[in-house]
């Protein structure tokens, strides 16, 4: 019954004729205003916003800067700052690393200090980190020190004060 | 649909997929980038840049040199092309010099530079880069 049921919708609105309706708009749908010089054109302008990405090819020397997300797949030999800076698995950063949160899967020879750290279970720190608020998870290799003081040396987020671990590290 | 199939010159240029790193407008770069690949900048750089192939987007800047094989520039250099193929777009803005093997100049672009033409061989030992003579 079903079966019938279906041919028989399409026969009420007269199939044949919505076949040629929707050939047609269906046809035109690959416009490409594309051809006018060279792909790159409107891929660089579609992405002119949004996440930064360090390919795994780049290398940097330098600082890196950004008042937006960064992702880090290569290496960078100097600071990072960023709002989000995640550092992927295989990447490399050598120096520190400012953001509000930062996910660490790659390697830091140097210190992170950010509100919302995660250290995933490939990442590779060497240094100190400074927090807020932190997630390690199993197989993460740190050398350093885990200090929850992000903000405290800072003014801006003294006159804000969030009640913070006075000295919560001290007795551990 | 046959008349899309001339396709085939954006596929020419797509044959090789480069790793492609993309730095948005907020960021700012001090400092060298170096990659096999493409880099996309609609930010700003200052600094040098070596790449396969480099965009600077409209809005994007660099100071430095910039070294690459093909630069497509919609944005602003203050400094010096070493490419093999350049195009600048109407959007672009140079200051200094362009050394380039092919060089394709849009309508509208603004080039306070001299554009030296070079064989294709001084573009494969471009380790130590010339003097600025200025």
Same mark, same amino acid.
């Given at each position: ?13 007269? %199939? ?5 309706? +929707? ?14 010089? +060279? ?16 390919s795994r090819a780049l290398k940097i020397t330098g600082q890196l800067e950004s008042t937006e997300d960064i992702r880090i797949d290569g290496e960078v030999d100097g600071d990072v700052r960023g709002v989000s800076v995640t550092v ?16 660490? %899967? ?7 200090? %950010? ?16 927090? +807020? ?36 590290? +001290?007795?551990? | ?6 396709? $085939? ?115 494969? $030992? ?9």
């Amino acid at each position: 019954m079903t079966m019938f049921n279906r041919t028989d919708k399409p026969a009420d609105t007269s %199939a044949p004729d919505t076949a040629r309706v +929707q050939t047609p708009t269906l046809a035109p749908e690959p416009v490409r205003p594309q051809p006018v010089s +060279q792909p790159v054109t409107s891929a660089a302008r579609s992405s002119s916003t949004g996440v930064s990405l360090i390919s795994r090819a780049l290398k940097i020397t330098g600082q890196l800067e950004s008042t937006e997300d960064i992702r880090i797949d290569g290496e960078v030999d100097g600071d990072v700052r960023g709002v989000s800076v995640t550092v992927g698995n295989g990447a490399k950063v050598k120096g520190t690393v400012y953001g509000d949160a930062v996910e660490l %899967a790659g390697t830091v020879d140097g210190k992170i200090e %950010a509100k919302k750290v995660v250290l995933t279970g490939t990442a590779r720190m060497t240094g100190d980190v400074v927090h +807020q608020d932190i997630k390690i998870e199993s197989g993460a290799y740190i050398d350093g020190h885990l200090k929850p003081e992000f903000g405290k040396s800072d003014g801006r987020s003294k006159t804000a004060s969030t009640p913070k671990p006075v000295e919560v590290k +001290q007795p551990v | 649909m046959s008349t899309f199939s001339f396709r $085939t010159r954006p596929k020419a240029s797509e044959e090789k997929s480069l790793a492609i790193s993309h730095l948005s407008k907020a960021v700012t770069v001090n400092g060298v980038l170096d990659t096999d690949g493409e880099v996309r900048i609609h930010g700003h750089v200052q600094g040098r840049v070596n790449a396969e192939r480099i965009v600077i987007a409209a809005g994007g800047s660099v100071e430095g040199d910039v070294v690459a094989t093909d630069a497509f520039i919609e944005g602003r250099l203050n400094g010096r092309i070493f490419a093999l193929n350049v195009t600048l777009e109407s959007s672009a803005e140079i200051t200094g010099r362009v050394f380039h093997n092919t060089i394709t100049v849009a309508r509208g672009a603004r080039i306070d530079a001299r554009m030296p033409w070079r064989p294709p061989n001084y573009f494969e $030992t471009l380790d130590q880069l010339p003097e600025t003579r200025e």
